[in-house]
């Protein structure tokens, strides 16, 4: 069935380093992939989206590829803020109509 | 400002007791789900709705029930017969069915006395 596998965490990292935050999927078709980012206390944000193989979505200087042939959608970031601290999923459009597979998600720290 | 509201922020269940919890959208969106979300676990689907008068199980529908008889709400109720229901519960809507995209709330905590 679909699934998604994500890097398991948490990831420490400094101030202005670079990120990046493994996904992998299993799925018939041709799934959308998304990143969904969740600050503490909170619910889920729509970071990024990627709709067919190759396409690559952006926001906040987050960017992620989709990758038919590796089955994968890793997130990274070149530079990141103590401000991206929070926890990360990965999700995919399964085969049934609306419905979402999350990964497990990954918590991110970044220090001063 | 068009969102999805949910209150309480937490609440708190006795033994033996049925809980509600209020899920409400003015996006104008078919589509609405729950999901629970227990540490290192992600997110799990408990029910959704596809369009009003109608909803279908998702993963782990056991102890919970829904009713979707306006298009703008989606309450879930934790019944007795759910064994361990302290967790994150996080409702969502998409535009319909087919969307995927979907948008959150802010979530209910709850916790068992």
């Known amino acids: 069935g679909d699934s998604v596998t994500q890097m398991e965490g948490p990831v420490t990292l400094s101030e202005e380093a670079f990120l990046t935050i493994n996904c992998t999927y299993t799925?018939?078709?041709?799934?959308?992939l998304f990143w969904y980012v969740q600050y503490p206390g909170e619910g889920l944000q729509l970071l990024l989206k990627?709709?067919?193989?190759?396409d690559k979505g952006s926001n906040k200087g987050f960017e992620a590829t989709y990758r038919k042939e590796t089955t994968s959608f890793h997130l990274e970031k070149g530079s990141v803020q103590v401000s991206d601290s929070a926890v990360y999923f990965c999700a995919l459009g399964g085969s049934t109509l609306g419905r979402l597979y999350f990964g497990r998600g990954t918590q991110l720290t970044v220090w001063p | 400002d068009g969102g999805i509201t949910q209150s309480p922020k937490y609440l708190f269940r006795k033994e033996g007791q049925n809980v509600t919890l209020s899920c409400e959208q003015n996006l104008n969106h078919d589509a609405m789900y729950w999901y629970r979300q227990d540490p290192g676990q992600g997110l799990r689907l408990i029910y959704y709705s596809q369009i009003v008068n109608d909803f279908q199980k998702g993963d782990i529908a056991e102890g919970y029930s829904v009713s979707r008889e306006k298009k703008e709400s989606f309450p879930l109720t934790v019944t007795s017969a759910q064994k361990n229901p302290t967790a994150f519960y996080l409702c969502a809507s998409s535009l319909d069915s087919e969307s995927e995209t979907q948008y959150f709330g802010p979530g209910t905590r709850l916790l068992v006395l």
């Open positions: 799925a018939t078709g041709y799934p959308s």
């Open positions: 990627a709709t067919k193989a190759d």
